[in-house]
T-cell receptor, first 118, second 108 residues
Framework: GAVVSQHPSRVICKSGTSVKIECRSLDFQATTMFWYRQFPKKSLMLMATSNEGSKATYEQGVEKDKFLINHASLTLSTLTVTSAHPEDSSFYIC??????????????FGEGSWLTVV | DAKTTQPPSMDCAEGRAANLPCNHSTISGNEYVYWYRQIHSQGPQYIIHGLKNNETNEMASLIITEDRKSSTLILPHATLRDTAVYYCIVRATDKLIFGTGTRLQVFP
């Protein structure tokens, strides 16, 4: 079963509003999670590293005030798209490494969240 | 970070083995080779990863050349559900960087 879960899987919001996407590690703790976005027919682009208890680290060109990341617990990271615009419509995906014994230290991805801004 | 090169697309007949190549000639000694696949509109699915030795699990086999400059992902008996984009990633940290991958089309 899934070890990293995202919610919601699909969301539609009005232009100018904010929307929050959650990423949870199931049954394991993740001090670090990663957020990606993907446009249609394109590859995944890393946006930021979410660090539990500290500020996120953003990749070059990603607006930190636009994409707020909060990693308040060891199993939850949230991505908030603020003042959303139609060009923010995309597929957002998170990942985390499972360090549990027997997991092979595998990096798992969530199911993804489709954001449509109208 | 080591760069990977994959063919943009491949075809495979259902039931046959699918062999997906990946070149990573600048790989460093501490970098792992990861393979993920992405089926349309879903998050990437982990397939397998390795450092030096060949690896096998219930999904696939990973063959890494002795010099580690290339690898091959083998799906032993491809099914229609294996149609996806396959990504080969070489990385030493958790921050995986995706290239363009190989679009594998399995046909009946």
């Amino acid at each position: 079963g899934a070890v990293v879960s995202q919610h919601p899987s699909r969301v539609i919001c009005k232009s100018g509003t904010s929307v929050k996407i959650e990423c949870r590690s199931l049954d394991f703790q993740a001090t670090t999670m990663f957020w990606y976005r993907q446009f249609p027919k394109k590859s995944l682009m890393l946006m930021a590293t979410s660090n539990e208890g500290s500020k996120a680290t953003y990749e070059q060109g990603v607006e930190k005030d636009k994409f707020l990341i909060n990693h308040a617990s060891l199993t939850l990271s949230t991505l908030t798209v603020t003042s959303a615009h139609p060009e923010d419509s995309s597929f957002y995906i998170c990942s985390a490494r499972d360090f549990r014994p027997g997991s092979g230290n595998t990096i798992y991805f969530g199911e993804g969240s489709w954001l449509t801004v109208v | 970070d080591a760069k990977t090169t994959q063919p943009p697309s491949m075809d495979c007949a259902e039931g046959r083995a699918a062999n997906l190549p990946c070149n990573h000639s600048t790989i460093s000694g501490n970098e792992y080779v990861y393979w993920y696949r992405q089926i349309h509109s879903q998050g990437p699915q982990y397939i397998i990863h390795g450092l030096k030795n060949n690896e096998t699990n219930e999904m696939a086999s990973l063959i890494i050349t002795e010099d580690r400059k290339s690898s091959t992902l083998i799906l032993p008996h491809a099914t229609l559900r294996d149609t996806a984009v396959y990504y080969c990633i070489v990385r030493a940290t958790d921050k995986l960087i995706f290239g363009t991958g190989t679009r594998l089309q399995v046909f009946p």
